[in-house]
Each structure stands twice: as C-alpha cells, then as structure tokens.
C-alpha cells in the first residue's frame, strides 16, 4: 500500500510514495522499551498503536511511540538499530529524553506527515 507524505508540513511539499527507512522505540508506562526497524515508520507505528505489531509489543502493550530517526537506507537502519540495542537501558533512556524528556508518546509527530489519516490507509490491510 502506499501513501503520500509532505516533507514539511507548514509548506505541505509532497515527496514521491518511497519507502521511509526509520529505527525506533516504543514503550508503555513502565517503560518496557522496544527497538525496531521498518521501512514504512507510519504503516509500523499505526500497526503497533493499533495491536498489530510483534508478540513482545503486544504481551507489553507497547503502543507508546518514545523515540524515532529516519535514515536513507535499509542498510543504514539495520546498523543503527544494532547500535541502540547493544546500549544499556539507561543509554536508550537517555537517547529518548534528549528528543523526547518527558516520555511523551509522540507518535503525532509522524502521523502528521500523512496527508491521509493512517486508519484510512491500513485499516483494511489483512494480517495472517
């Protein structure tokens, strides 16, 4: 399925439907914390928000959207998610509060890039 984005929102210039490569991390209230990689971080998030992602997120009801990078390619994401994993808690922790101090669920910010409300875009999206 694709979807358009605007690169800025105040100006609303479209980038062309290509993958968006990200790394990032969800948590619950605790926080129990998550590290992924998607090449589609608006479809992923929705998807973990919406209980549809992996078993572990969905046994922690991580659905708290903590921390996100974007990155050119796949194989940029892969190497820095295995950088965030190696770190220990208290790293991930402090990764998260220099973008996000008050472990704020901001998965907003990444829905606001959609032109297309995310529930209209994969709500029929069928998962085995």
């Not at 129990?32 to 992602?53: A, D, P, Q, S």
């Not at 997120?57 to 990078?69: A, D, S, V």
């Not at 994993?85 to 996000?100: P, Q, V």
Request: positive net charge.
């Amino acid at each position: 399925m694709s979807f358009r984005l605007v690169r800025n929102p105040v100006k609303k210039e479209k980038m062309s439907d290509e993958k968006i490569f990200g790394i990032y991390i969800m948590g619950n209230d605790r926080p129990t914390l998550y590290v992924g990689v998607t090449n589609n971080l608006i479809r992923r998030i929705w998807e973990h928000k919406n209980n549809k992602g992996g078993a572990f997120t969905q046994k922690y009801k991580l659905n708290k959207l903590l921390y996100y990078e974007f990155t050119e390619t796949p194989y940029q994401s892969i190497i820095r998610e295995k950088q965030i994993k190696n770190m220990t808690r208290k790293g991930k922790l402090e990764l998260i509060k220099n973008k996000n101090p008050r472990l704020f669920d901001i998965s907003g910010e990444i829905f606001s890039l959609c032109e297309t409300n995310p529930d209209e875009l994969f709500r029929d999206t069928q998962y085995f």
